[in-house]
């Protein structure tokens, strides 16, 4: 197995998130708020850790109209182009940003009816504190939804990855992309960080060839 390795937990270059926020996610965000809403309800409040540059909370208010995001993130450059993608699309009053560490968050228990989170857990050396505390701030009943890249077996198959899902990207853009693929966790490797927490492992499941996805809910 590919040994994992880490890269920059929180992306403060200017570069590197304009490069993010450029990349084509359509299909992979459409197919996460799809797969969000089918696994709902999801209820009115949700809040989005590592929300980037806000492209998911976004799409899902375009797609549920009652639905308000707390978008949190700790890059200020993430937040910054968040900002403008939320204003772009009219949303001022739906999304709300927050800069904010995941692993020690400022709000109360039992505060969100949902709490989702796309690509951020490759990003963090450990990953218990913040699942502990996705669940702390979720209402009982609530919702946890959570995707991330699955590190492949072997440096060709990252290659084979990166090759065929980036496409037109620049080479700037593939590193990235091939740089979280190294990064990421198995499902092995989640399962066994999450079951402390009373999350069973069936709960992880492969969503992808190149995705784990994590879908619980809070025991009422």
Same mark, same amino acid.
């Given at each position: ?11 403060e ?40 540059t806000? /492209? ?20 200020t ?26 692993k020690?968050l400022v709000f109360?228990?039992?505060?969100f009816?949902?709490v ?10 450990t ?10 701030v979720?209402r ?17 198959d ?18 990235l ?15 066994e960080?999450?079951?402390? /927490? ?23």
């Amino acid at each position: 197995m590919l040994p994992r390795t880490l890269e920059p937990e929180v992306m403060e270059d200017r570069q590197e998130a304009i490069e993010y926020n450029q990349m084509d996610h359509r299909t992979v965000n459409d197919r996460f708020v799809a797969e969000l809403i089918d696994a709902g309800p999801i209820g009115r409040d949700v809040l989005d850790l590592g929300t980037g540059t806000a /492209l998911i909370p976004v799409a899902l208010c375009l797609r549920d109209q009652e639905v308000r995001v707390m978008a949190s993130d700790a890059s200020t450059e993430m937040l910054e182009l968040a900002r403008y993608n939320i204003e772009l699309n009219h949303l001022l009053d739906r999304v709300q940003l927050n800069r904010c560490d995941a692993k020690k968050l400022v709000f109360p228990n039992s505060y969100f009816d949902t709490v989702m989170s796309n690509s951020l857990v490759h990003h963090l050396p450990t990953c218990d504190s913040f699942f502990a505390e996705a669940i702390r701030v979720l209402r009982p009943g609530g919702l946890l939804f959570v995707r991330d890249l699955c590190r492949p077996e072997s440096d060709a198959d990252v290659e084979r990855v990166v090759s065929l899902y980036t496409d037109g990207e620049t080479d700037y853009s593939k590193q990235l992309f091939r740089q979280s693929l190294h990064a990421a966790l198995t499902v092995a490797e989640l399962q066994e960080i999450v079951s402390p /927490l009373g999350i069973p492992s069936q709960a992880v499941q492969m969503s992808s060839d190149r995705h784990w996805t994590l879908i619980y809910r809070k025991p009422v």
